[in-house]
Nanobody
């Protein structure tokens, strides 16, 4: 069974940076499209970023473009989300997700088979 474990969340001030990491075990990491989603209180889970199997292509929701960077290391079975210039509206639980069925990626949470437990990111002064 594939397992995903996120780390790196915390409480930061507006304008600060934070790096999330997700370690994957139990499967062939390089066959999975990897993505980050987030869910704020009272809101639906939303797509943040995705990276293709090779790492050559990345995709972002508009609100994080230019501030967040997704990357993967297929030798270490990890995917990271570097978050810069954080804003209060970035506050949410961030989830790592994986699936191997897509040609490239999906922005729909329900289309991902495997999820981590989530890590809290709070941006507040």
């Amino acid at each position: 069974q594939v397992q995903l474990v996120e780390s790196g969340g915390g409480l930061v001030q507006p304008g600060d940076s934070l790096r999330l990491s997700c370690g994957v075990s139990g499967g062939t990491f390089s066959t999975y499209v990897m993505a980050w989603f987030r869910q704020a209180p009272g809101k639906e889970r939303e797509f943040v970023a995705a990276v293709t199997r090779s790492g050559e292509a990345t995709y972002y929701t508009d609100s994080v473009k230019g501030r967040f960077t997704i990357s993967r290391d297929n030798a270490k079975n990890t995917v990271a989300l570097q978050m810069n210039s954080l804003k209060p509206e970035d506050t949410a639980v961030y989830y790592c997700a994986a699936d191997r069925r897509f040609y490239s990626y999906s922005r729909v949470p329900g289309q991902y088979d495997f999820w981590g437990q989530g890590t809290q990111v709070t941006v507040s002064s």
